[in-house]
């Protein structure tokens, strides 16, 4: 929805306008005078400004250019009487996208809009490939020295080939580090795939990687390339790579030791020239051990191991991190910030964060909807939602209310979360066996695992 302000001193133009295009979609803002126009520039977010030159207090030509000094993209109209057509020249020399003259005809109008906002939206898509394809070197947020300790690796091992197995808890940022590291390799301008290891099934998921040939299985009607195949010259991230079956952990080895693989149903040797970069937020080491995972496979994955810290251990990153959701959302929504006073900041830097990045960003989200403008005390932060959001001094009691069960699932599912889904430990968390674990995430329907990272 696209919102645009209307400023002219002339109250009937500035309903009839409004009117006219409010029944096309936009949302319209009005301002009765120049001063009016630049507060509300100053204080809202829009997508077009329709500006009448000749207004009280401050005209249109000195709106513009103290428009055109602060935002140089944003589409602005100038409407201008009959007759003033040099005014109208320089009001397109200072940026204006376009004049209409009065009296104008309301369909000229909204076609001159609808040009002026494609021609926006073109250049913002021009500006995000530029900055997909240039890429800035790290798209991390934080400046914490366990998060340096984690860029300064990445640095050193993204220009060469290695193999790199990245390792954290869900919502690490393991696959910004990834991005990251292709971003920095040789292999910048080739291709980079993304397969989530653990959100398909496992015969989808061999074909998915692999490929097939034509009449491989039923449903195959043709020949089709797989991820590894289309990632040839660039980098494959497989995240969750703890997930899948011994099958394909075979194949797996063969393209890291041998470069090499074939399609389902195939006979043709096809050279990988990938790089491989796997996640995990589970403990491979242990998975050997237990015989879930080939031994060979992972050192071959474990060339370069990137341990991702959590949040609760970059305390120092939190407000940053606020700031960049706050700023990334307001603008996402057209929301004023909040504000966070001392106590709600520090309660939130003493939590333990199992949802690490991600639950703070949904968080963050959540509480502008709710509270955009305010002044955010500790007792506005959510409690409830069958989410306990403390755990730093005492369990506390939601306003709401909460039935034991939600409290003891909720408790389970955050022992699963810090462990990164060890049953083991998460059960020694909880000062439980782990058969009453497993007995109790039957029975609240907890899966042994997130279906993505």
């Known amino acids: 929805m696209r919102h645009i302000l209307v400023a002219d001193d002339e109250k009937n133009m500035r309903w009839a306008l409004k009117k006219a295009l409010f029944n096309d979609g936009y949302v319209i803002d009005e301002a009765e005078n120049g001063a009016v126009a630049l507060n509300k520039f100053e204080s809202s977010i829009y997508d077009l400004i329709i500006l009448d030159i000749k207004m009280p207090e401050v005209n249109g030509i000195d709106v513009l250019k103290t428009i055109r000094e602060k935002d140089k ?4 109209i100038v409407i201008t009487a009959y007759g003033e057509i040099d005014t109208a020249i320089q009001a397109i020399k200072l940026g204006a996208v376009d004049y209409i003259q009065k009296p104008f005809d309301i369909n000229e109008l909204k076609l001159t809009i609808g040009k002026a906002l494609e021609i926006t939206n073109l250049k913002e898509e021009v500006k995000f490939l530029r900055e997909e394809l240039n890429g800035k070197e790290f798209d991390i ?17 993204a220009p060469t080939d290695a193999t790199v197995l990245l390792l954290g808890e869900s919502g690490t940022g393991k696959e910004l580090i990834a991005k990251a590291i292709h971003n920095l390799s040789k292999r910048k301008d080739g291709p980079y795939i993304k397969v989530n290891c653990a959100a398909l099934p496992e015969n989808l998921l061999e074909s998915e990687l692999f490929g097939y040939e034509k009449g491989a299985f039923t449903g195959a009607l043709s020949r089709k390339p797989g991820r590894f195949e289309r990632a040839n010259g660039g980098t494959i991230f497989l995240d969750e790579i703890g997930e899948i079956s011994p099958s394909i952990q075979v194949k797996m080895l063969r ?23 796997a996640a995990t937020n589970k403990n491979l080491e242990n998975m050997v051990k237990a015989g879930a995972f080939r031994e060979d496979l992972f050192y071959r994955l474990n060339v370069v191991p990137i341990q991702l810290p959590p949040l609760r251990e970059r305390v120092e990153d939190i407000p940053i991190l606020i700031d960049y959701f706050l700023d990334k959302y307001s603008k996402n929504l057209r929301l004023e910030k909040f504000k966070i006073d001392k106590s709600a900041m520090k309660f939130l830097m003493e939590y333990s964060w199992p949802g690490n990045i991600r639950e703070l960003e949904n968080l963050v989200e959540r509480m502008l909807i709710l509270n955009h403008g305010s002044v955010i005390k500790k007792e506005d932060l959510p409690l409830g939602s069958n989410k306990m959001i403390k755990d730093v001094d005492k369990i506390v009691l939601p306003p709401n209310g909460i039935s034991i069960d939600e409290l003891e699932k909720n408790l ?24 009453t674990l497993i007995y109790r995430m039957e029975k609240y329907g907890i899966k042994e695992r997130r279906d993505s990272d």
Not at 73 to 76: E, M, R
Not at 143 to 148: D, F, N, P, V
Not at 412 to 435: C, D, M, S, V, W
């Open 73 to 76: 993209d944003i589409p602005v």
């Open 141 to 157: 947020i934080g400046e914490s020295s366990k998060l340096k300790d984690v860029l300064n690796i990445v640095k050193k091992v």
């Open 255 to 277: 393209i890291l030791q041998e470069k090499e693989f074939e399609r389902l149903g195939g006979i043709e040797i096809l050279k990988a020239d990938v790089r491989v970069i």
């Open 412 to 435: 389970i599912e955050q022992a699963l979360e810090r462990t990164g889904y060890n049953q083991t430990k998460a059960a020694k968390l909880l000062g439980l066996t782990r058969h």
